[in-house]
Each structure stands twice: as structure tokens, then as C-alpha cells.
């Protein structure tokens, strides 16, 4: 079988729905605690630098600036996409945050954590930015490495809010959920607009 936009759009929708009500529930609770001890071992030092790349600010910004990246190469539909994804996703995940309004397992204002827990922004964001860069590249059959980089840079950026103890595990798999749906989303409206 392969997997259409449409289809990634609502198993992703559906996998949000199912992992919310399991946090709503507390029954994420184990799993988070096992990831947390997992991760433990890695130094919270240098993941401290790793999570800006996260961040609302860095996000927006190279956002815009791979917006003009794409419009220098004449693609005018991937620049609006990237744009529109990555700030986007971080809009709609702020959303989230007030709906459901869980709190954090720390607040720290220096780590850009100071909102509400569930979704991940820094995970949301870094899949709708880099994650969205890769599978662009991807489809255009571009390096093989930069591709393996953004992928491995969304990892490193989503698994440091769960490191240094500002988000939960379950949080970083719902913001993965909401960029993967809204990635999916713009891909089905433009195959639908060029097709």
C-alpha cells in the first residue's frame, strides 16, 4: 500500500487524538520516565546549546530565510510552503498548548520553557522546519547527507527538551504528530492545485 498525503493527514490527526487522550490520562506516565532515565547519560550542557535550534526565534527565522532561499531559486511554491509550514506549526502548537494546558515537568525561562507542556513547540517546529527541508530535498533527490543531518538535527533538538527536563517524552511525540500532519496537509493541497 502506498501512503498518500490524505492518508498521512489522518492517521497522523488520529494518532494526535489517541496520544492526547493517553496524556489527559496519565497513562503516558511510565514511558516518560523510561525515556527520561534512558537519556539521562547525555550531557545536558551541550543539549542546552542544541535545543535553541528549536527555539520560536530560530524557527521563524530561517523559515523566512529559506522562504527567500526558494523564491532565489525560482520555486515559489516551496518557498510559501516552508514559510507557511514552519511558523505554522509553531502557531497551532501554542494552540494546543492552551487547550490542553498541562504543565511542564520544569520551568525554565532560560531554556525557552515557561508555556504549557503538550505539544513539544521545539518538536513540532524543528519537524515542520528541518524535517519539511529534508523530505523537500529528498523528493528532488538532492544530498543524501544534508537529508540525514536535518533528520538526525530534528532527533537531537526534539529529545533535548526531554534531556534537560523542560517537556516529557509524550510531549515531543505529539508535536512530532501535529508537524507530520501539517506537513502532510501542504503536501495534499499542492499535488492538489498542480495536479
Not at 527538551?161 to 502532510?184: E, K, P
Request: contains cysteine; proline residues 3%.
Amino acid at each position: 500500500m502506498k501512503w498518500t498525503p490524505q492518508m498521512v493527514v489522518i492517521t497522523g490527526t488520529v494518532a494526535y487524538v489517541i496520544v492526547s487522550v493517553f496524556v489527559v490520562l496519565g497513562a503516558v506516565d511510565p514511558m516518560n520516565t523510561f525515556v527520561y532515565e534512558w537519556l539521562q547519560p547525555l550531557p545536558d550542557r551541550v543539549f542546552a546549546y542544541v535545543t535553541e535550534l528549536g527555539s520560536a526565534q530560530v524557527i521563524v527565522g530561517l523559515s523566512i530565510l529559506g522562504l527567500l532561499f526558494w523564491y532565489w531559486r525560482g520555486d515559489r511554491i516551496e518557498a510559501w510552503r516552508l514559510a507557511l509550514v514552519g511558523i505554522g506549526t509553531l502557531l497551532f502548537t501554542q494552540v494546543l498548548k492552551l487547550v490542553y494546558g498541562i504543565d511542564r515537568p520544569l520551568i525554565d525561562a532560560s531554556l525557552d520553557a515557561t508555556t504549557y507542556s503538550f505539544p513539544s513547540g521545539h518538536a513540532s517546529g524543528s519537524l515542520a522546519l528541518y524535517g519539511l527541508t529534508a523530505y523537500v530535498l529528498y523528493r528532488k533527490k538532492q544530498s543524501k547527507v544534508v537529508i540525514f543531518i536535518l533528520l538526525c538535527l530534528v532527533l537531537a533538538v526534539s529529545l533535548s527538551r526531554v534531556i534537560l527536563n523542560v517537556h516529557y517524552f509524550s510531549d515531543v511525540l505529539g508535536g512530532w504528530l501535529v508537524a507530520l500532519t501539517m506537513i502532510a496537509l501542504s503536501e495534499w493541497i499542492i499535488r492538489r492545485r498542480t495536479a
